[in-house]
């Protein structure tokens, strides 16, 4: 049995479309009302024959209505070997759906969707999207094209740790993704049509506070790329201070492979990631790369000016590298993509 679990506060007629149409396609649909209050009533009375429906007695966040609806499947439906979270706001396409639960019944474990960008696009979603994937690349080391997509699937076998991923809002869907890839859990992309009904005006995302708190969630779970840039700037103070402009070179790349030694070490014996060699090969060719780039233009920066520290060359170097730290992510993922394709 593969289940459609959808959380849902104040909800339109969207969610009585969706529910018809999973009902349709023979779906087991568990609704969770996240607080809507009286008023709402009506809609959920409309899809009660169709759907479980489980109350939260107050609004308490998109996380915490995905896990209430995780408990319930835990304890009720034993039977149940797959589930798929879905928005009930119309964004996501009952044909999208089945590409998901297509994927979970072929044994994959995790799915995401990833909305492929056609037409118009509301700014904030752009915006956001765009912002969302550059910060979780530089702090996870790992890029996915779209990162906020609420429809994605799970195997069963998943609820378990997903019951104990941290936050109740809208940033517990992005520590689920961080928790997958720091327990080296395989992550399915699935392309999907990105629709936004009425310029996401039914969204109850706030840009700014849901923002804010997605990314102070995410900077404190990435403790060990903090760790590693903490250290990166120790190793940088002490090799300025011991060294001139004329061993650039190997410092740099001294610097550099002690930051490798360091990922993979954290990876391998502190998360306890399931690391590959295939892992480790790709690291490691990024690793060149970067610090090849980012040693010429340290050499450049210093030509034009000569009398800046070298400590302040290396962080200004440091930042204007960022963008292409993302840019490699993004090659590497775009190759596997396309190498998992032909096989």
């Known amino acids: 049995m593969n289940i459609v679990l959808i959380p849902a506060f104040e909800p339109d007629r969207q969610l009585i479309k969706i529910v018809n149409e999973l009902y349709q396609n023979n ?4 609704v969770v009302n996240d607080g809507s209050g009286e008023e709402y009533d009506k809609i959920f009375d409309a899809i009660k024959d169709k759907a479980d429906i489980v109350k939260l007695n107050k609004n308490s966040g998109k996380g915490a209505a995905l896990k209430m609806g995780m408990r319930h499947i ?3 439906y034993t039977s149940c070997e797959n589930f798929i979270t879905c928005d009930a706001d119309g964004q996501h396409r009952i044909e999208d759906v089945l590409k998901v639960n297509e994927q979970l019944d072929s044994g994959k474990k995790l799915v995401l969707t990833i909305r ?3 037409g118009k696009i509301p700014f904030r979603s752009r915006f956001g999207n765009d912002l969302s994937k550059f910060v979780y690349t530089l702090l996870t080391n790992s890029y996915l094209s779209d990162n906020q997509s609420g429809l994605r699937g799970f195997s069963i076998n998943n609820i378990d740790w997903l019951l104990n991923v941290e936050k109740n809002n809208y940033d517990y ?6 928790y997958a890839a720091k327990i080296g859990l395989e992550i399915t992309t699935v392309p999907i049509e990105a629709i936004y009904i009425e310029n996401n ?4 995302f706030s840009p700014v506070k849901d923002t804010i708190r997605i990314y102070k969630s995410l900077f404190s779970l990435a403790f060990g790329t903090l760790l590693s840039f903490v250290l990166t700037e120790i190793l940088m103070l002490a090799a300025s201070i011991a060294f001139d402009i004329k061993y650039l070179g190997f410092i740099v790349s001294s610097i550099g492979a002690i930051g490798l030694l360091i990922h993979i070490l ?3 014996f502190v998360f306890l990631r399931k690391i590959t060699i295939g892992d480790d090969i790709s690291t490691i060719v990024f690793t060149i790369i970067y610090y090849f780039v980012y040693t010429l233009i340290c050499k450049l920066f210093y030509f034009i000016f000569p009398d800046v520290s070298l400590f302040i ?3 200004v170097v440091y930042i204007v590298c960022l963008p292409l730290r993302f840019f490699l992510h993004q090659l590497i993922f775009i190759a596997t993509t396309n190498r998992n394709k032909t096989l």
């Open 74 to 76: 835990k304890e009720n």
């Open 173 to 178: 869907e992005m520590n689920v993704l961080y």
């Open 266 to 268: 954290l990876n391998r």
């Open 27 to 30: 779906f087991q649909i568990i």
């Open 201 to 204: 005006a039914s969204s109850h």
């Open 313 to 315: 060359n290396f962080n």
């Open 116 to 118: 492929e960008r056609k």
